[in-house]
């Protein structure tokens, strides 16, 4: 799939609503490994921005410095292609906001895409989903939980739901990283 087709897809990182061990609604806090190994996922796959979204105004302060060191400060010296990736972050205070920047780019709200490795009721496979872009009619907003997982709300709130991915066994409950890494081979590359 050309870059052209992938610059329609968006990735979201949610931190709040999440779910947190006792299924408890809770807001986590930004984990700085997530900002580098998904950006860098993003710009592989040409992945038009990586939204780090919080409620908590420190916590969108951090991943500024974080942005800023890495994409105009001394980082960006030291290391270009980290900057090339994190140049792709864009910080949000929540969901809402999100879908609306996006509509404003596109002038059409984006097509939510919610993830999970408990997917009840799955209805986009990842050839769907693949075609689905190829189409170029909407925009696609992937989203990702952190904690324990994306809220049910916010599952069936979504526009899809794609299935998880599994590997040989039952188990399946990878890091975000991992998630986001396999999820973007599959929707957008053929092989
Ligand atoms: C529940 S969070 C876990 C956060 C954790 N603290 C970490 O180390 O990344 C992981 C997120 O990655 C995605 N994910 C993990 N395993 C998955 C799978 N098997 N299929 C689809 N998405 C998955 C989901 O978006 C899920 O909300």
Not at 153 to 174: K, M, S, V, Y
Request: charged share 25%.
């Amino acid at each position: 799939m050309t870059s052209e087709n992938t610059n329609s897809v968006y990735v979201a990182l949610i931190h709040h609503p999440v779910y947190n061990k006792n299924r408890q609604v809770v807001r986590t806090c930004l984990t700085p490994l997530d900002l580098h190994d998904i950006s860098r996922a993003c710009r592989t796959y040409g992945i038009r921005a990586f939204y780090f979204v919080n409620p908590m105004r420190s916590q969108r302060e951090l991943a500024q410095m974080i942005f800023d060191h890495w994409s105009t400060g001394w980082g960006a010296r030291y290391n270009p292609n980290r900057k090339e990736a994190i140049s792709l972050i864009r910080i949000a205070a929540d969901l809402e906001g999100v879908r609306r920047a996006i509509e404003q780019e596109w002038g059409r709200a984006p097509k939510t895409v919610a993830t999970s490795a408990r997917m009840e009721g799955p209805d986009l496979d990842y050839p769907e989903m693949r075609a689905r872009i190829r189409q170029g009619r909407d925009p696609f907003l992937l989203l990702f939980g952190t904690g324990w997982g994306l809220v049910r709300e916010d599952i069936d709130a979504a526009d899809f739901r794609l299935h998880p991915i599994q590997g040989q066994g039952e188990f399946n409950h990878l890091s975000v990283r991992s998630a986001v890494s396999i999820i973007l081979d599959r929707i957008l590359c053929d092989r």
